[in-house]
């Protein structure tokens, strides 16, 4: 497998992962106007996204694996840190580099937007729970009148001796 191949992987998963960052830009928006239609259909396509996410990062792994073996590098761990280590190539280098952080930053920020999506979910069912609490009666309001006057006795106008 050749470094540009594996620099193709990376900037591909790149632009993936911005895929999947304006997905959930627009979930914050779903979940702020209570649309759940458009939720639920943009998770769908989340989820079939995430799908290919997954796979491209089989083949990312793959590659450079294939890379390590075809460079007959030994190393405890295959990644792309230990091959920018081991390129001569500057401009591969340079490329390999930019390629991984852009990817880096950009899952950086789905992850803090994701934070945010599941904090927001998470408030929106708290109110509804207090909501909820508010519209059921409970027990002690299921009684009429006051517990403070319960012990005293109260006459009516009729009750009294004329």
Do not use: C
């Not at 191949?5 to 990376?10: A, L, N, R, S, T």
């Not at 900037?11 to 304006?22: A, Q």
């Not at 259909?41 to 073996?69: D, T």
């Not at 729970?129 to 403070?148: D, F, T, V």
Request: glycine share 2%.
């Amino acid at each position: 497998m050749s470094i540009q191949q594996i620099i193709d992987i990376i900037k591909d998963l790149g632009k993936d992962h911005e895929n999947m960052l304006d997905l959930s830009k627009q979930k914050t928006e779903y979940v702020k106007k209570g649309d759940m239609k458009k939720l639920q259909s943009l998770l769908l396509e989340e989820r079939n996204r995430l799908r290919l996410v997954e796979q491209k990062e089989k083949k990312r792994i793959e590659a450079v694996e294939a890379w390590f073996h075809n460079h007959r590098l030994e190393t405890e761990e295959w990644t792309v840190t230990n091959i920018l280590e081991r390129l001569e190539n500057k401009q591969n280098k340079k490329e390999l580099e930019q390629a991984s952080v852009q990817l880096a930053e950009t899952i950086v920020k789905l992850k803090q937007q994701e934070k945010l999506n599941h904090d927001l979910i998470e408030q929106s069912m708290q109110f509804v729970q207090l909501s909820m609490n508010l519209l059921q009666p409970s027990i002690e309001n299921m009684n009429y009148g006051n517990k403070e006057n319960a012990g005293s006795v109260k006459r009516s106008v009729f009750d009294s001796k004329a």
